[in-house]
């Protein structure tokens, strides 16, 4: 069965600074990886994806991830921080077998940005 | 394109009565899945509906049914509410196995 971890429960940084938000995943093949972010009250927003080839990302809102399959890690970053940045962000992964559109998401993390 | 549409956006039920939530895919997208998301549990998958058959079904009680109609819309019921069907709900679409769109979400508060 899929999986995902987020280690990361809650993340403070301040505006400006970079991020980073880690993503653990368990899948027997390869795998359809995502970022979401949701805004309180809000639904999910999708950041971006990676079903294959370049394992380096690119996002919307100036966010990337990585790929690297010998960590099972698809972490997300972003350079520069902007307080409209804070949210919750959730990694999931998908299955590709045709008929087996399912996501399983990490439990989330929370991201508070200082001034 | 319109986005994924959920109805109502909130709602308030008792303990025992039964709702119904509707979802609008973005247009044609046939694949729609459906979503709870509770502070103690996650985001957990319900099930998941491509040209008005259910392909896949999570690990939820046979309380919580849905269906999909002939343009893709999709309805998800939950029948002899509990209090921790509190939840919000939310709906995705898709075109094909890949990206899920999701919408607003529909609250649901159970007294």
């Known amino acids: 069965a899929q999986s995902v971890t987020q280690p990361d429960i809650h993340i403070t940084v301040s505006e400006g600074a970079s991020l980073e938000l880690r993503c653990n995943y368990s899948y027997g093949a390869t795998p359809y990886l995502f970022w979401y972010v949701q805004s309180p009250g809000q639904g999910l927003q999708l950041l971006l994806k990676?079903?294959?080839?370049?394992?380096l990302v690119q996002g919307i809102k100036g966010f990337e991830a990585e790929f690297k399959r010998s960590q099972s890690s698809f972490n997300l970053r972003k350079p520069s921080v902007h307080w409209s940045d804070a949210a919750e962000y959730f990694c999931a992964v998908g299955a590709i077998n045709f008929g087996n559109e399912k996501l399983t998401f990490g439990t989330g993390t929370r991201l508070t940005i200082i001034p | 394109k319109a986005g994924v549409t959920q109805t109502p956006r909130y709602l308030i039920k008792t303990r025992g009565q039964q709702v119904t939530l509707s979802c609008s895919p973005i247009?044609?997208?046939?694949?729609v899945s459906w979503y709870q998301q509770t502070p103690g549990q996650g985001l957990q998958f319900l099930f998941e509906y491509f040209s008005e058959t259910q392909r896949n079904k999570g690990n939820f009680p046979g309380r919580f049914s849905g269906r999909q109609f002939s343009n893709s819309r999709s309805e998800m019921n939950v029948s002899t509410l509990e209090l921790g069907d509190s939840a919000l709900y939310l709906c995705a679409s898709s075109f094909s196995e890949e990206t899920q769109y999701f919408g607003p979400g529909t609250r649901l508060l159970v007294l």
């Open positions: 990676y079903f294959s080839g370049d394992t």
């Open positions: 247009s044609g997208h046939r694949s």
